[in-house]
């Protein structure tokens, strides 16, 4: 009898015990809750922990803006679904991506991507969805899904991301041959130099990767280049160059464009109207995990 009342107090000390204890004491901590649920493709939960936090310190900004921004991501990815304008449609989902992408929520972009391509099956519909299949570390995907694009319609940023994934699997001759036959521009965008930054390092091309790791850093506004470097050391197709000179060098370059005066946010992926502006390739995507 003591036994089984004692197994009883324990499921009702659980029961009781268990909300009051995940409850966040600070705004600071239910604000990393937040980010922590959202991680994990928690939607709401994390808009939740997000509301606790603003209940708890409503005079900080990034809290209500955060939460302001998650409900607009939650609404948009409720109706994406019973969207019938194709444009409309589209921009829905390159909002959403965008948001995924800053959050780094790769499954969820994924999810995203398949459903994108399955309905467009575009060149840029597959090289998006290449591009998250590497940020899965899913190099064989990505290498077939760009494989089946015609070389001629493909886009350069493309076959970068083709390079890449050649260059992963160690098929170190053929990324090197795909790099030859990338032209890219001298007004290429950040996330383009970025990705060259990449191959270059796979291919084992040191002083090339420097040089565009340096160009990628000049073209990123000043409030988000420390992000950039950060994810910058993380990505593993550096991990070669982190003790070589060139590469520290390259990480000191400073940026030389302005800020832009459209975003108080840390960054056009957080927002959802980014694909309207030409700041959605203004820092490089993360790292693959």
């Not at 940020?135 to 064989?140: E, G, M, Y």
């Not at 041959?177 to 270059?200: D, T």
């Not at 796979?202 to 160009?215: E, H, I, M, P, V």
Request: contains cysteine; glycine residues 6%.
């Amino acid at each position: 009898m003591h036994s089984k009342l004692s197994v009883i107090l324990s499921i009702l000390a659980v029961t009781f015990l268990t909300p009051f204890a995940a409850s966040a004491k600070t705004a600071e901590e239910a604000f990393a809750m937040g980010t922590q649920r959202l991680s994990k493709g928690d939607f709401s939960g994390a808009y939740e922990a997000y509301g606790e936090a603003v209940e708890i310190d409503g005079s900080k900004t990034e809290y209500r803006q955060e939460q302001a921004i998650l409900h607009r991501v939650m609404k948009i990815r409720e109706d994406i679904k019973s969207e019938k304008d194709p444009e409309i449609w589209e921009r829905m989902a390159q909002s959403l991506r965008g948001y995924y992408y800053t959050k780094e929520i790769y499954e969820e972009a994924l999810d995203l991507d398949l459903m994108v391509h399955k309905k467009i099956d575009s060149v840029l519909s597959a090289t998006q969805l290449a591009e998250t299949y590497l940020q899965l570390n899913k190099n064989a995907d990505a290498e077939k899904i760009l494989a089946g694009v015609d070389e001629a319609s493909a886009l350069p940023y493309g076959r970068l991301l083709y390079g890449i994934a050649l260059g992963r699997q160690q098929k170190i001759e053929l990324a090197k041959k795909v790099l030859e036959n990338v032209e890219i521009p001298e007004a290429a965008a950040p996330g383009m130099l970025y990705q060259s930054a990449r191959l270059y390092a796979l291919t084992g091309n040191d002083s090339g990767a420097a040089a565009y790791l340096t160009r990628t850093l000049e073209s990123i506004p000043p409030s988000r280049i420390e992000t950039a470097r950060r994810q910058i050391m993380a990505c593993k197709d550096f991990a070669g160059l982190l003790n070589n000179p060139v590469f520290t060098k390259a990480l000191e370059t400073q940026s030389k464009v302005s800020e832009s005066g459209c975003s108080g946010g840390t960054s056009c992926g957080n927002c959802p109207s980014r694909q309207s502006c030409g700041g959605s390739q203004s820092a490089p995507a993360s790292s693959s995990k």
